[in-house]
């Protein structure tokens, strides 16, 4: 099972991008959770965001509520995460990862993308 990320990339403060998160095995993103997190240089990494299967709730942390939105396009096999108003703190490696079992924030994720590089100048 491998997940790729895409969409990342060099933006000014209050600018707009979205990620994609897509798998190259094959099996389908809809039967399991998705996480997005984020991992700064000399900081732990921390979760961004996330989405459950079949009611497609969604959580935010409390630094992206409001900017950052989740969602599943199962047709397309992903999962985006549309970042808005970006800020130079949001500078980080952002990671999609993917779980059989949800548990909010306490879910273990099962699998894991390279990363994506997000920068954001001021």
């Known amino acids: 099972v491998r997940l790729v990320e895409s969409g990342g990339g060099l933006v000014q403060a209050g600018e707009s991008l979205t990620l994609s998160c897509t798998t190259a095995?094959?099996?389908?993103?809809?039967?399991?959770?998705i996480g997005w997190f984020r991992q700064a240089p000399g900081k732990e990494r921390e979760g961004v965001s996330c989405i459950s299967t079949r009611d497609a709730g969604t959580y935010y942390a409390n630094s992206v509520k409001g900017r950052f939105s989740i969602s599943r396009d199962n047709a397309k096999n992903t999962v985006s995460l549309q970042m808005n108003s970006l800020k130079p703190e949001d500078t980080a490696v952002y990671y999609c990862?993917?779980?059989?079992?949800?548990?909010?924030?306490?879910?273990?994720?099962?699998?894991w993308g390279q990363g994506t590089q997000v920068t954001v100048s001021s």
């Open positions: 095995s094959g099996f389908s993103l809809e039967d399991y959770a």
């Open positions: 990862a993917a779980a059989r079992n949800f548990l909010g924030w306490l879910t273990e994720y099962d699998y």
